[in-house]
């Protein structure tokens, strides 16, 4: 007798403006081992901090297009800029689950012993209306220092993680806050927990790391239960795309996923 067919996994369809949303990605891949994953990188405009809204959602849109064509039935936008920006319109165009990513600022407030919180991000989230909400919501709790980072994003894109102008320009943004008697800092760009091992060196032991990738993969994981959107025994693959140059990304896919694949053109 045969054995039924095995069922197809789950298409996932996450981006970012380049490649901090392999931070989200891993967290994905180990909360749903048997999900096909396919991965943007809009790298050919990144950053996103610097860009206006009008284009961030455009950009929004046309990558979530391009991973609904290729079988997505679920989407991740893995930037908190692009959240900010666009996923309400997102979410009025696609009737399918959607998770987007914001501050860790409720876990921070929930977690601080001295009431401080700094929050590391990009000058276009900490600018955005949403994260103007979130604070409102949970600064009662705790005062929330921010602290935009600009050019940080592009020495992650470079695959920098800790040489001199990296650990110069993070020493420079967290300095201010550690001054100020911060105890957990919130990692609000999903480029900035590559720098985990560099941040732990700047900040210390007794300063607390936040970061939203396994959060994510929750919301992720519930929503695809709701939707009855089940994957297959069977391991799960992923496919890699990038607006820019595709031979730059596969460089830094052993570095940043920690394994060497193909990436296609998008």
Known sequence: ??????????????????????????????????????????????????????????????ISGFLVDRGARALVVACNTATAAAIARLRQRYALPIVGLEPAVKPAAA??????????????????????DLVQRFGSQARVIVQPCPGLV???????LDGPLTRGLLAR??????????????LGCTHYPFLMPLLRELAG???ELIESGAAVAR????????????????????????????????????????????????
Do not use: N
């Open 1 to 62: 007798m045969s054995s039924a067919a095995t069922p197809p996994a789950c298409p996932i369809g996450v981006f970012d403006s380049g490649v901090g949303g392999l931070s989200v990605l891993r967290h994905i891949r180990a909360a749903l081992p048997a999900a096909d994953l396919l991965y943007v990188a809009d790298s050919g405009h990144a950053p996103y901090g610097d860009k206006s809204e009008a284009f961030i959602e455009a950009r929004t849109l046309a």
């Open 111 to 132: 977690a601080t012993r001295a009431g401080l919180i700094g929050v590391l991000a990009t000058s276009g989230t900490l600018e955005s209306a949403k994260f103007a």
């Open 154 to 160: 592009e020495r992650i894109e470079a695959g920098d």
């Open 173 to 186: 943004f967290v300095a201010p806050l550690l001054e100020q008697g911060v105890d957990t800092l919130v």
């Open 205 to 207: 032991p007794r300063v």
């Open 219 to 266: 919301q992720l994981t519930r929503l695809l239960a709701e939707a009855d959107a089940s994957a297959s025994a069977r391991a799960g693959t992923e496919r890699f795309f990038s607006s820019g140059e595709p031979a730059r990304l596969a460089a830094l896919l052993p570095q940043l996923w920690g394994a060497a694949v193909t990436v296609e053109p998008l």
